[in-house]
């Protein structure tokens, strides 16, 4: 049985391609990954994007070439972003009636492992499928750890306006697992990703527990840097991470959207932040 993976078309947030691509191939026969899309019987679509109307459209094109040039009797998997529920909207209501019409299976894109235990129920029936499906994958020794999805913010441009969006973290455990491996096989930076990692472990414990994660990777070994991807100044400043970044001897990079320095502007985007907020929070890290 040939199964066939789809590119990638969405941003680095999307952790599920690499989770399912890396589950699939340790699989034995007589499953077999394919290149080749008229050669799979099983097709599984799971880096998809949908932040704006064009990246919509550019899934949906390619969904469309995936159909016309599988085989009759090859089965869909769609999972990813695209999967979200959107708020009423003509457009967005008309994309989930072609995908439900056209897509023989959908996942949700927080249970990549139900999607997994479709294709192959033995291969997986150990694995619950509501598991999160927290991955590392390695990059010029580099590990990517992705620990929640999702964001409770309502700033007025983003996605979350017209999505159900909700914030799914991965169990602190798995991520404290997930940090030992990496040390172990001697992983010299992580990179530590999230829609919104600042509000990592609300959902699960009612407190926002980033830096934790990041008192924990300060007494490894092996591990010198440590990258934060997708982080909200918003939440870290309400919440008082400042001392948490200012005393870390590994957090090298913060990647963050600060959108404007006009507080009129920051204001109408429900930032939740002034401009000198900002400049204050990032001077008292810089200079420890």
């Known amino acids: 049985m040939k199964i066939f993976l789809g590119e990638k078309n969405s941003c680095a947030l999307n952790y599920q391609h690499i989770l399912i691509y890396s589950e699939l191939a340790k699989l034995n026969k007589p499953f077999e990954i394919t290149t080749n899309v008229s050669d799979a019987d099983i097709i ?62 959908i996942i949700p894109q927080n249970q990549p492992y139900l999607l997994l235990k479709l294709i192959a129920e033995n291969e997986f029936n150990e694995i619950d499928e509501n598991d999160f499906g927290l991955s590392i994958g390695d990059s010029n020794n580099s590990a990517e750890i ?6 409770l913010n309502n700033c007025s441009f983003c996605k979350v306006t017209f999505q159900k969006y909700p914030l799914k973290s991965v169990p602190f455990n798995e991520v404290i697992n997930s940090i030992d491996l990496a040390d172990s096989e001697k992983y010299s930076e992580i990179l530590l990703k999230g829609t919104n990692i600042c509000q990592y472990g609300f959902d699960l414990y009612n407190k926002f527990m980033l830096p934790e994660i990041i008192s924990y990777i300060e007494k490894k070994e092996n591990i010198k840097e440590v990258v934060l991807i997708g982080f909200a100044f918003k939440d870290a400043i309400k919440n008082g991470f400042e001392s948490a970044l200012a005393n870390s001897t590994k957090v090298k990079e ?35």
């Not at 992705?146 to 964001?151: A, K, Q």
């Not at 502007?265 to 890290?285: A, C, Q």
Request: hydrophobic share 35%; glycine share 6%; net charge positive.
């Open 44 to 105: 599984v679509i799971a880096e998809t994007c949908c932040c704006t109307k064009y990246n919509i459209k550019n899934t949906l094109e390619y969904i469309n070439y995936i159909l016309k040039n599988k085989k009759k009797d090859a089965k869909i998997f769609l999972t990813g972003c695209i999967t979200r529920k959107f708020k009423d909207n003509i457009f967005l209501g008309e994309t989930e009636k072609w995908l439900k019409d056209n897509i023989d299976f």
């Open 254 to 288: 913060v990647c963050g959207s600060l959108e404007s320095g006009s507080d009129r502007l920051l204001e109408l985007m429900k930032k939740g932040f002034t401009s000198e907020e900002i400049i204050t929070f990032v001077k008292n890290i810089v200079k420890h």
């Open 146 to 151: 992705f620990i929640s999805n999702g964001c």
